[in-house]
């Protein structure tokens, strides 16, 4: 593989081809433009949808790559690789000539009560929240260290039984109770989609929780801070979109 860069060199790019270089620009471009397209075929503006990239299945140079190409959004599943991959940016951001601005973290995976302390000292907004007692950990974690967290409840809106996320039919009540927390706000709903051939088969999934929220909203169920849906990933994100979707996370279609 063709090195761009002589060794030594500590900027954003020493450690990745110039192929894989190519290929990330090609595909945050692709990527931003389907988001353009779907906002356009439903007359949304594209500044509505914001862009999380999944970082889970990258390399640690990959993700230098899209943050120097200027994402600033950034997401894991998992805890342990959350506060790795922090600690590594935030290393390699110290010794960059140029500065960039600051990633902001998005936790997306399931959460344990036992790992909140460790996920909220990076993680700005946890979208995975599915129990009152979770938001609770979270809630009481946060106030200690007067931090505000954003929250958003995970449904589990194609109700299979193997998924996290609350029951559709408790979801509007556990936002109601976790949005009188401390400490935290809730902003909005999350989704994950059945794996489906057909993006289209998806559909029904957004267009219940956009419903659910529609609800709450009408309940009055977080204020003016509940405003965010965050639903799509590579398979069917423009589907989201057309239904709603305020941040998509997305992943494949980025590091592939
Ligand atoms: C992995 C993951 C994504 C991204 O999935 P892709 O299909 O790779 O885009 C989005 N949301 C959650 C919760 C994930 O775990």
């Not at 081809?17 to 075929?41: F, M, P, Q, S, Y």
């Not at 993006?199 to 009055?220: D, G, N, P, S």
Request: one cysteine or more; glycine letters at 4%.
């Amino acid at each position: 593989m063709l090195h761009l860069w002589s060794a030594g060199r500590s900027d954003s790019f020493c450690d990745v081809t110039t192929t894989n270089r190519k290929k990330l620009t090609d595909n945050l471009a692709a990527v931003r433009e389907r988001i353009a397209a779907a906002c356009g075929r439903v007359k949304r503006r594209p500044q509505e949808v914001r862009l999380v990239a999944v970082t889970k299945s990258a390399s640690l140079a990959a993700i230098k790559e899209l943050v120097s190409l200027g994402q600033e959004d950034l997401a894991e599943s998992r805890v342990q690789q959350l506060t790795q991959r922090a600690e590594e940016l935030a290393a390699w951001r110290a010794k960059l000539e140029s500065p960039l601005p600051p990633e902001r973290w998005h936790m997306v995976g399931q959460l344990q009560r036992n790992k909140v302390k460790a996920c909220i000292a990076v993680a700005q907004t946890i979208h995975s929240v599915d129990s009152l007692r979770l938001a609770e950990e979270i809630s009481l974690r946060a106030q200690r260290d007067n931090r505000q967290l954003d929250l958003l409840l995970e449904v589990n809106c194609s109700e299979e039984s193997q998924k996290s996320g609350v029951a559709v039919g408790a979801a509007v009540h556990l936002a109601e109770q976790v949005s009188t927390l401390k400490a935290i706000r809730l902003v909005g709903l999350m989704t994950m989609a059945p794996l489906v051939a057909n993006a289209e088969q998806a559909r029904f999934t957004f267009v219940r929780l956009r419903e659910l929220f529609e609800e709450a909203q009408h309940e009055k169920i977080g204020g003016r801070n509940f405003d965010q849906l965050s639903m799509g990933m590579s398979n069917d994100f423009e589907v989201a979109i057309e239904e709603g979707a305020t941040i998509v996370r997305i992943g494949t279609a980025l590091f592939q």
